[in-house]
């Protein structure tokens, strides 16, 4: 077995998948705590559409990326997760390049869950059922309950490590040998991803989405710019008590 001490730091994670694994918790987070707001519904509507872009992105990178992005080099079955999980209790664990067996579900489960929040979402705004929105409310609340078993995961990977996964996650960097790492970091690939979102953003904040079961609420083209005329108009009269 390899040991820590004679391994060294290599790039792991290139800037698409770094960038696709930001934006997807900034959008999440932010449509999740937008949600119960008539006012900010349609940052909600924006936010979850482009988790839907964003998703797409990750699939089609799983299929052409970089080596550690691609899913065939994280995705296994029960018995290699349930081989990964008991390891990580004894002193048999070995050190993981990438997403581990166990990272790989919540991986997974956070992009389908993605799209079951999002088109169940828009099915309902469209007019579906009730029962649509119901779905739509728990399957959000299971992806929030996804992300912080994730997020645990990541810091008992940590410890279990003696390495910061959360920092590789934005410089690309973890321990592993010289053949595990990869070579170009794809900078330019990441650059258009961002340029689409802020785009795809700028012309929401033009135009912003409409929600259709909500009544009048929306109809308002300058939503954005009344937002803001609304919050300023409520620090002067705080300022004049």
């Known amino acids: 077995m390899t040991t820590l001490e004679s391994k060294t730091e290599i790039l792991v994670w290139d800037a698409p998948t770094r960038l696709f694994h930001w934006l997807l918790a900034v959008c999440f ?4 705590l937008t949600a119960e707001s008539d006012r900010l519904m349609a940052i909600h509507l924006t936010l979850g559409y482009t ?3 964003l998703v797409a992105f990750r699939v089609v990178w799983g299929v052409i990326g970089t080596r550690h992005a691609r ?13 990964y999980v008991s390891q990580h209790f004894s002193a048999q664990a070995e050190h993981s390049v990438g997403h581990n067996p166990l990272g790989a ?8 869950m993605t799209l079951a929040i999002v ?10 059922s009730h ?4 779905f739509h409310e728990g399957a959000a609340a299971f992806m929030l309950a996804v992300v912080g078993v994730h997020v645990a995961g990541v810091m008992f990977a940590s410890l279990l490590q003696r390495e910061n996964l959360v920092r590789s996650m934005f410089n690309g960097y973890q321990r592993g040998r010289a053949e595990q790492a990869i070579r170009w970091t ?6 258009v991803m961002l340029a689409a979102v802020l785009g795809y953003w700028f012309l929401q904040w033009q135009n912003p989405p409409v929600d259709n079961m909500a009544g009048d609420n929306f109809q308002n083209q300058n939503f954005y710019e009344n937002l803001g005329k609304n919050a300023g108009h409520r620090n002067n009269e705080d300022e004049d008590d």
């Open 119 to 128: 088109v169940s979402g828009w099915v309902y705004d469209t007019g579906g």
């Open 71 to 83: 899913f065939t080099s994280f995705l296994r079955g029960p018995a290699a997760v349930a081989r």
């Open 131 to 134: 029962l649509l929105k119901e």
């Open 105 to 112: 579900v919540s991986i997974v489960l956070m992009l389908l």
């Open 29 to 32: 987070s932010g449509a999740y």
């Open 186 to 191: 794809w900078w330019p690939v990441a650059v």
């Open 51 to 53: 988790m839907v872009g």
